[in-house]
T-cell receptor, first 114, second 108 residues
């Protein structure tokens, strides 16, 4: 399709394990963002940005979170040593580079750490 | 203090009421987005603004760059408008900073 898609839609992980969440963005879009919504606490700001760099850790929370870009329109958010507090919905958004860009969002991946 | 603040956090209204959601930000921006998320649904982009005012149906978005403030208005609100409304700003082309959202419930 022409939209942003994320996989898996649902993920259950044991605490301490690493997980990888995938985002397929819109062809031609340069910039991908990851956003987190924490269950029970409403929306949580996660300013994670990625340009053409293969790997970028400039967002927060840092350390255990990183994003890679194996292909131009694909981003993988990796969470190392998951904690129960990482249980949330992770949303991916993409925009084309330039002024006045609109953000397009995926449906999200619901991660549950047990 | 968050770089993007929204108010109110929660809002209830009767069908037909005029609704205003506010967004204030503390950074220089190239664009501001208003987003809508229905329960269990994905996020839909409503508006992208860099100046002035935009209107789409019953929705109106305004921005004042000097005051670093934007408002989203809903006229003649309807229960199907019930959702979380999120303000997000682009301080440059490589970042997107989200507000914490405003949860709106419109009752018939």
């Amino acid at each position: 399709g022409a939209g942003v898609s994320q996989s898996p839609r649902y993920k259950v992980a044991k605490r301490g394990r690493d997980v990888a969440l995938r985002c397929d963005s819109i062809s031609g879009h340069v910039t991908l963002y990851w956003y987190r919504q924490t269950l029970g606490q409403g929306s949580e700001v996660l300013t994670y940005s990625q340009s053409d760099a293969q790997r970028d850790k400039s967002g927060r929370p840092s350390g255990r979170f990183s994003a890679e870009r194996p292909e131009r329109s694909v981003s993988t958010l990796k969470i190392q040593r998951t904690e129960q507090g990482d249980s949330a919905v992770y949303l991916c958004a993409s925009t084309s580079r330039g002024e006045d860009t609109e953000a397009f969002f995926g449906q999200g991946t619901r991660l549950t750490v047990v | 203090k968050n770089e993007v603040e929204q108010s109110p956090q929660n809002l209830t209204a009767q069908e037909g009421e005029f609704i205003t959601i506010n967004c204030s930000y503390s950074v220089g921006i190239s664009a501001l987005h208003w987003l809508q998320q229905h329960p269990g649904g994905g996020i839909v982009s409503l508006f992208m603004l860099s100046s002035g005012k935009k209107k789409h149906g019953r929705l109106i978005a305004t921005i004042n760059i000097q005051e670093k403030h934007s408002s989203l208005h809903i006229t003649a609100s309807h229960p199907r408008d019930s959702a979380v409304y999120i303000c997000a700003v682009s301080p440059n082309t490589d970042k997107l900073i989200f507000g914490t959202g405003t949860r709106l419930q419109v009752f018939p």
